[in-house]
């Protein structure tokens, strides 16, 4: 395995993980970094580069963030984005990973992308109710602006610094399986 591999494995993490905090950003930031060729895509991928990808990726993102900060329409966003988020999780993967056998690339992408992205997703999904629930939802415009703020960051150093990425998405899935065990109910004996 050549380290251009496991750096695209890397990138392909991180952007999974930042799809389960925005579906649309990652992709909007992969479109860019083709279209100015920061970041080469795989030969089936390189639709995801044009001008119109850009575009319409720029404008779904901005839809996206925006309708995150209005309260209950937020919670209606996070039915529909968990499933997406899994396929986004899994399509950047498969978009961004060189040099390895198709079995071995969309193995990756089903477990490590989509099961990335479904995990970070579901745990916002889960702190949004709870915010809704506790506080009428007027809490959760910051609870998107965290998410938005970290897809942000994730999604800038999966592409600029894709091992940077990995590390913060070790990190954001160990805070994540803390807080689950933390109100996960204890089995009683």
Do not use: C
Request: hydrophobic letters at 60%; glycine letters at 8%.
């Amino acid at each position: 395995m050549t380290s251009e591999t496991v750096i695209s494995i890397f990138l392909g993490i991180g952007l999974a993980a930042s799809v389960g905090f925005r579906v649309f950003l990652p992709l909007f930031a992969l479109s860019l970094a083709a279209y100015f060729n920061v970041w080469e895509l795989n030969d089936s991928w390189q639709w995801i580069g044009s001008l119109a990808a850009v575009i319409t990726l720029g404008v779904a993102t901005l839809i996206e963030i925006f309708a995150y900060f209005i309260p209950w329409v937020d919670n209606l966003l996070d039915s529909v984005a968990v499933p997406l988020a899994a396929i986004a999780g899994t399509a950047v993967m498969v978009s961004t990973v060189a040099n390895l056998d198709p079995v071995i690339t969309w193995s990756l992408a089903i477990i490590a992308g989509g099961g990335t992205a479904t995990a970070i997703k579901g745990a916002g999904a889960t702190s949004r109710l709870a915010s809704t629930a506790t506080t009428g939802g007027l809490a959760n415009p910051l609870v998107s602006t965290l998410e938005t703020g970290t897809a942000m960051v994730v999604t800038t150093a999966s592409i600029f610094a894709p091992l940077v990425a990995a590390v913060l998405v070790i990190i954001i899935l160990f805070i994540i399986f803390r807080i689950y065990r933390k109100l996960r109910p204890r089995a009683r004996t």
